[in-house]
Antibody, heavy 119, light 111 residues
């Protein structure tokens, strides 16, 4: 059974960089795309972007200037960096596997981690 | 790009059937497959429908999905409602750049 686990600081100061890592267990990171999605408190899901196991990326245009994703196949991990954060970036951040056959969809999700932006 | 619009909330009684709509703002709903995710309070989302109408293993056949080109919308139908179905439901599709688009979510109350 594939499992994903987010890790990283729960509190980030305004203007600094949010950094999260997602560790994949129970399966290989190869041959899939890996997504980040966030959910502000009490609100809906917001797509951040995804990265392939080979490192190609696709970012939400509204966040593209501040987002960097990377993948480390040797550790079965992928990461998210979001710079110049503000209070509006406070959210539960989820990592998920994006499975693509005839269609792409998110079949495995991490439990999510709440990141608060505050001084 | 396009938006997916869902009703903010729906409610129905146990044992009944409920349908949640997801309307695409531009472009054909049939252009790109639609997925549906269930999110129970305090939990991560899980897939209940993919590729418009396919159920992952483990999802009961009480859940079904469809698309309607005349209304340019997708629908999630849950029959034989149970209290455990009470959750937020999100539709999702993707655009021509393979960028994911989520609907705003619908809160289902089973009362």
């Amino acid at each position: 059974q594939v499992q994903l686990q987010e890790s990283g600081p729960e509190l980030v100061k305004p203007s600094e960089t949010l950094s999260l890592t997602c560790t994949v267990s129970g399966g290989s990171i190869s041959s899939y795309y890996w997504s980040w999605i966030r959910q502000p408190p009490g609100k809906g899901l917001d797509w951040i972007g995804y990265i392939s196991y080979s490192g190609s990326t696709n970012y939400n245009p509204s966040l593209k200037s501040r987002v960097t994703m990377s993948v480390d196949t040797s550790k079965n991990q992928f990461s998210l960096k979001l710079n110049s954060v503000t209070a509006a970036d406070t959210a539960v951040y989820y990592c998920a596997r994006r499975t693509c056959g005839g269609v792409c969809y998110l079949d495995y999700w991490g439990q999510g981690t709440l990141v608060t932006v505050s001084s | 790009n396009f938006m997916l619009t869902q009703p903010h909330s729906v409610s129905e009684s146990p044992g009944k059937t409920v349908t949640i709509s997801c309307t695409r703002s531009s472009g054909s709903i049939a252009s790109n497959y639609v997925q549906w995710y269930q999110q129970r309070p305090g939990s991560a989302p899980t897939t209940v429908i993919y590729e418009d109408n396919q159920r992952p293993s483990g999802v009961p056949d009480r859940f079904s999905g469809s698309i309607d080109s005349s209304s340019n919308s997708a629908s999630l139908t849950i029959s034989g409602l149970k209290t455990e179905d009470e959750a937020d439901y999100y539709c999702q599709s993707y655009d021509s750049s393979n960028q994911d688009v989520f609907g705003g979510g619908t809160k289902l109350t089973v009362l």
